[in-house]
Structures are given as structure tokens and as C-alpha cells.
């Protein structure tokens, strides 16, 4: 076992049922065996299957954190989840990148929970694009990619016009036409990712935890293709963990 673990932070929501945000990605950091920090953006009132209200955290708490945990760690890799606003989120990557030119970002697109609370709407697309510029990855899903797009714009554009950006994990999850093949989109290439096995049980948070689990990997250098392929892999066995909704962690 390692006894230097590289430090990543998650800057997400608070889920008190621990299957997804930042106790999720917690739980996945140190099953990657790096030391995880947290920065919680709101504190939600749900369980696995339902959501009832939120707190989003003030938006200079959350800098005035970043600032501290990064002026005493040499954080790696970070991963950001739900977030109220674009200017809100603006602010976390510019300060990020400002700490740290060479930070590697994970973005999470939770535009909404499972429950379909909605958490952020895109309105302006040349905001979007200048914040991509400085992340790394974003890992939506079927449905949450439609929404970064123009109206009726098909998923294939908008995944290959926004990898121009950053690089696009495509979650096939929501696809019924290719459930479960993911697919990673760099500028360059358009890498296929079918899953181990298609009998898998659906779980609360289990976009969480592959975002969780890229930003892991990234932190522990490896490249793009085998950060998402080897926390692909690890998804898929937290989805065949149990038959619940809330997942289990198995060491790596």
C-alpha cells in the first residue's frame, strides 16, 4: 500500500443517504487509495429515491475553502459536481486554474437529480465554452448532453463540437439503442466503451462515483483513455455490488 497518496478534492453537493456527492466520492477516493478533501456546494434534503429540498452553499465560502485546502495541499486532481449556476461554477474553475495552471478538472454534469430536481440550466453557450477551455473531462450522460446543445441539436453534434473544448465521457447508461457503452471523445478520436456485462443494477449516485474515480486516476497519472476505461470498470462493480440502490465499495 502506498504510504504517499497523492491529495484530489471534490467540490459537490452534500447527500445525507451517502450514495452520491461528496461522501460518494469520498468513498471512492479511498478505495483508489488517494486521500480525498471535500468542499460541500449544498446541502441536499433526499435518500436514494427521493428528493425534497436544497441548500446551495454561499458561493464565497466555497472560494475562501478552495483557497485554503489548496494553500496547505498539493492537490492533484479535482472533480465538481452540482453547482446552481454557471457564474457559480465560473468561479470555481477560474480560482482552481488560478491556484494551479495545470490542475486537472472533472466535471460532472448533474444538471438534475434521478428524482428530476433540476440543479443548473445552460443559458449562455459562450460562457460554457470558455469554461471547458480549462477543464479536462465532463461525463454526461444521454440526457444531460442534449441540454449543453442547441435546441434539437443531435447528441452526435453537440458530443463532437464540445470535444473541440475538452474531452467528452458519453455515458451510455440512458442510451436504450447502447445501453451501458460509453464513449470517450477527445479532440482527436472517438474511443468506444462497452461494459463487462449488461446485468447490472441501477444505483443512486453511480455517476458520482465514475467522475470520482477518473479524477482518482488522474491523480494517480495515468493517461485520459485508461483513467476512464479502469473507472468504468470500477462502476461496474459497485453496480453489481447489491440489488439496492445504494451501492458498496470494494477495495482496489
Not at 434534503?45 to 498539493?74: C, G, H, P, R
Not at 472533480?79 to 491556484?99: C, M, N, T
Not at 443559458?123 to 434539437?152: F, V
Request: with cysteine.
Amino acid at each position: 500500500m502506498p504510504t504517499n497518496r497523492p491529495f484530489v478534492l471534490t467540490i459537490a453537493g452534500f447527500d445525507p443517504s451517502a450514495g452520491a456527492g461528496i461522501l460518494a466520492d469520498i468513498k471512492t477516493f479511498e478505495q483508489h487509495h488517494v486521500y480525498g478533501l471535500a468542499i460541500s456546494t449544498a446541502n441536499t434534503m433526499q435518500t436514494a429515491t427521493s428528493f425534497k429540498d436544497i441548500q446551495w452553499t454561499d458561493l464565497y465560502f466555497v472560494l475562501q475553502s478552495i483557497e485554503m485546502l489548496f494553500n496547505s495541499y498539493a492537490i492533484k486532481a479535482v472533480k465538481i459536481g452540482i453547482v446552481p449556476s454557471l457564474e457559480y461554477l465560473k468561479a470555481i474553475v477560474f480560482l482552481l486554474k488560478e491556484l494551479s495552471p495545470n490542475l486537472k478538472i472533472v466535471w460532472d454534469t448533474v444538471l438534475k437529480s434521478t428524482t428530476t430536481f433540476e440543479f443548473l440550466k445552460i443559458e449562455d453557450e459562450t460562457e460554457l465554452l470558455s469554461l471547458l477551455d480549462k477543464i479536462e473531462i465532463i461525463t454526461p450522460n444521454y440526457d444531460e448532453i442534449l441540454k449543453l446543445g442547441k435546441p434539437n441539436e443531435p447528441h452526435t453534434s453537440i458530443n463532437e463540437r464540445l470535444a473541440k473544448n475538452c474531452a467528452i465521457l458519453l455515458k451510455g447508461g440512458h442510451n436504450p439503442n447502447e445501453i451501458g457503452i460509453d464513449y470517450l471523445t477527445t479532440k482527436e478520436v472517438t474511443f468506444k466503451l462497452p461494459p463487462k456485462t449488461n446485468k447490472i443494477h441501477s444505483k443512486h449516485g453511480s455517476g458520482c462515483v465514475l467522475s470520482a474515480a477518473i479524477v482518482a486516476n488522474l491523480a494517480l497519472k495515468q493517461n485520459l483513455f485508461d483513467a476512464c476505461v479502469n473507472a468504468k470498470n470500477y462502476t461496474e462493480k459497485f453496480l453489481l455490488s447489491n440489488t439496492s440502490k445504494l451501492g458498496y465499495h470494494y477495495a482496489q
